[in-house]
């Protein structure tokens, strides 16, 4: 039996379920298309926004990969000593 998205072609998801693939903010994913680091959303009709799922599972994989090559940069720790209310003695 052949694969059913190939039968259809390119199959797409709606903001509800990218949600639920990728636990991303909407205004982190957002900024991560407009910097080119995400796959880009298009309009299906003039209210309908979508993403191509072959994209985003792609872009996941790219990114399971490049954290187990260790090559994702991570956000540096924060300096405790600087913190306004009970800073800590160090």
């Known amino acids: 039996m052949s694969n059913p998205t190939s039968a ?17 903010a909407d205004t982190t ?12 959303r298009f309009y299906l009709t003039a209210r309908t926004v979508v993403w191509d799922l072959a994209e985003v599972e792609a872009w ?13 940069n991570r956000a540096p720790s924060p300096d405790v000593t600087l913190r306004k209310s009970r800073p800590i003695k160090g």
């Open 8 to 24: 259809l072609g390119k199959r797409t998801i709606r903001r509800r379920q990218l949600r639920e693939i990728v636990p991303l």
């Open 29 to 40: 994913i957002y900024d991560m298309e407009q910097r080119g680091e995400f796959p880009q």
């Open 60 to 72: 996941l994989d790219e990114r399971r990969q490049a954290s187990r090559a260790k090559t994702v």
